[in-house]
């Protein structure tokens, strides 16, 4: 009798090493391409890719000078072991190793999370990479505000970045990130200069979050939409968030649930993604919860909402999840202490809306 034998699934680390020696000259520039770039956006390179756009480095000699030892465990953020492969893997590559980063940008308030990179490609054209949302609680309320206000701040420092850096190199270029990084880049493109987005190839959003109906209604977001490249896994929750517009490629993954989030999950074959038939069951019933919670709530108790969860958060006293997760007990004695502090009416609000959303989630 013979074994069966698993089914390999390989991802973006697997299409370099089978594919990392074909130039963009004889295969171009792919959806592939485009998450691994944006994947790049998630390592911490402070001191390694300079600020200013007259400086570049090629990625040799960043992966040469980048220490995994010395990033803080509060900038290891979730898949930072697949990064750092990643980053070695291009360093190698015949197809990546010339390519030369620049504008590095990372900045976290009390109110926000940035972070940008431009990739300049062997051919001149450009890859505006931006990262999705970290391990900091300030970036995790950031996403939830993405219903609540017309603009984040970190809406606002993407659509600057390419207004100030690309309309004095004008060139070709791509936009695009994962999760919270792809909304970004959709965001950046439809608001910047008319004539820097007239360069703009293609925006790629990898399981992006959307908008409120105010921007995609807007023209200047109808105008980037065309160029507009979204995909998202089969048991996609973020990538379904609010509104785009957009027709989604649905794409497998090797793992399940929100689990599929992680993009080194995606299934690739030769220089694209998996497709899948569309998206799970329970995909859709978490969407259609979110959806009418969403429509259930006026502007201002949807802010209520948000700033309650995270005043209750914020009560650990803790700047990451990673370091609430790490000091269980104390963070969660102060968060149940904080909920109990709040004014009654947002205690209402708090509950109301988690009860709508597991109503929604039912019927």
């Known amino acids: 009798m013979h074994e069966r034998q698993a089914h390999f699934m390989a991802n973006i680390l697997d299409y370099l090493n089978w594919r990392g020696d074909i130039p963009f000259s004889v295969d171009p520039f792919n959806e592939v391409d485009g998450l691994i770039l944006a994947e790049l956006a998630y390592i911490p390179l402070n001191g390694i890719v300079s600020p200013d756009f007259s400086i570049r480095a090629k990625l040799p000699h960043i992966h040469e000078h980048f220490d995994p030892e010395k990033i803080p465990e509060t900038e290891k953020f979730f898949g930072f072991s697949h990064d750092c492969i990643l980053l070695q893997k291009l360093a190698e590559s015949p197809r990546f190793k ?17 972070s940008a990179i431009t990739c300049i490609l062997e051919d001149g054209t450009a890859f505006v990479s931006y990262r999705g949302t970290d391990g900091s609680i300030v970036g995790w309320k950031e996403d939830f505000e993405l219903g609540v206000v017309t603009q984040t701040g970190a809406q606002l420092h993407a659509q600057n970045y390419l207004n100030r850096h690309f309309a004095r190199f004008p060139r070709q270029l791509r936009l695009g990130g994962h999760s919270k990084g792809g909304n970004l880049a959709v965001y950046a493109g439809a608001f910047c200069k008319p004539e820097i987005r007239s360069q703009i190839i293609n925006v790629y959003a990898y399981d992006s979050p959307g908008f409120r109906e105010e921007i995609v209604n807007s023209e200047e977001y109808k105008s980037i939409l065309p160029k507009v490249i979204s995909i998202i896994p089969e048991s996609s929750v973020i990538g379904l968030l609010l509104s785009s517009l957009s027709e989604h490629i649905v794409v497998k993954s090797s793992s399940n649930g929100i689990k599929q989030h992680f993009a080194y999950s995606w299934e690739v074959l030769r220089n694209a993604f998996v497709r899948a038939d569309g998206v799970s069951d329970s995909s859709e019933v978490i969407q259609k919860a979110l959806s009418g919670w969403l429509a259930d709530f006026s502007d201002e108790e949807r802010k209520i909402f948000v700033d ?8 650990s006293e803790k700047g990451t999840f990673r370091e609430i997760s790490q000091n269980k007990r104390s963070s969660y004695l102060a968060m149940v202490k904080a909920v109990g502090k709040l004014p009654p009416d947002r205690q209402t609000i708090l509950i109301d809306a988690i009860m709508k959303i597991a109503k929604n989630a039912i019927s």
């Open 98 to 114: 010339n390519t030369q980063l620049t504008g590095y940008a990372d900045e976290t308030t009390d109110k926000m999370q940035f």
């Open 308 to 315: 309650s969860v995270f005043d209750v958060i914020g009560a």
